[in-house]
T-cell receptor
Framework: TQLLEQSPQFLSIQEGENLTVYCNSS?????LQWYRQEPGEGPVLLVTVVTGGEVKKLKRLTFQFGDARKDSSLHITAAQPGDTGLYLCAGESQAGTALIFGKGTTLSVSS | GAVVSQHPSWVICKSGTSVKIECRSLDFQATTMFWYRQFPKQSLMLMAT?????????EQGVEKDKFLINHASLTLSTLTVTSAHPEDSSFYICSASRGGSNEQFFGPGTRLTVL
């Protein structure tokens, strides 16, 4: 069974701080996706990383896919209150079936 | 493009009744739809995968006779929670993917509260 370990589970920081969320597995994924979810809404896709070692930037968010395609990280620079939410990583197995979700990171940014 | 809707957004029902939740792909044909369940501040747990015109595949531990799934057309899948109990109260989210792609598009979710 493929598992994605996501850490930390909860993160509470001040506006302007930087943070990193990690997603690790012992399995190889053909791609990995990061989502942000607000309470009472469905997840919204932020980015998909496909190539080992790939780095993608989305404004203050930087996503990296590990060389071996087993892990990924999300780094947020100068966090803002609007970044508050649940961040989920999800891996697409090489079998190409359903997404495997990490447990999520609940981020709270206070001003 | 690639918009998925769910109906209703929230529903409250009495214990013992059945509730149907609809998932629609509004601007594309969804060959596969997925149903997830999410408890507060937790991640999504896959319940079942359904392909249009065939029986759904339920994940281990998910009772197929309690969580009935119908995917009769390429734009509609339904999840029926039969004989609902308070422990079935949760946030149910569907997603859809189109042929030739594994990318999933998520619906906004349905909040179910069973009294």
């Amino acid at each position: 069974t493929q598992l994605l370990e996501q850490s930390p589970q909860f993160l509470s920081i001040q506006e302007g701080e930087n943070l990193t969320v990690y997603c690790n597995s012992s399995s190889v994924f053909s791609s990995l996706q990061w989502y942000r979810q607000e309470p009472g809404e469905g997840p919204v896709l932020l980015v998909t990383v496909v190539t080992g070692g790939e780095v993608k930037k989305l404004k203050r968010l930087t996503f990296q896919f590990g060389d071996a395609r087993k892990d990924s990280s999300l780094h947020i620079t100068a966090a803002q209150p609007g970044d508050t939410g649940l961040y989920l990583c999800a891996g697409e197995s090489q079998a190409g079936t359903a997404l495997i979700f990490g447990k999520g990171t609940t981020l709270s940014v206070s001003s | 493009g690639a918009v998925v809707s769910q109906h209703p957004s929230w529903v409250i029902c009495k214990s013992g009744t059945s509730v149907k939740i609809e998932c629609r792909s509004l601007d594309f044909q969804a060959t596969t739809m997925f149903w997830y369940r999410q408890f507060p501040k937790q991640s999504l747990m896959l319940m079942a995968t359904s392909n249009e015109g065939s029986k759904a595949t339920h994940e281990q531990g998910v009772e197929k006779d309690k969580f009935l799934i119908n995917h009769a057309s390429l734009t509609l899948s339904t999840l029926t929670v039969t004989s609902a109990h308070p422990e079935d109260s949760s946030f149910y989210i569907c997603s859809a993917s189109r042929g030739g792609s594994n990318e999933q598009f998520f619906g906004p979710g349905t909040r179910l509260t069973v009294l």
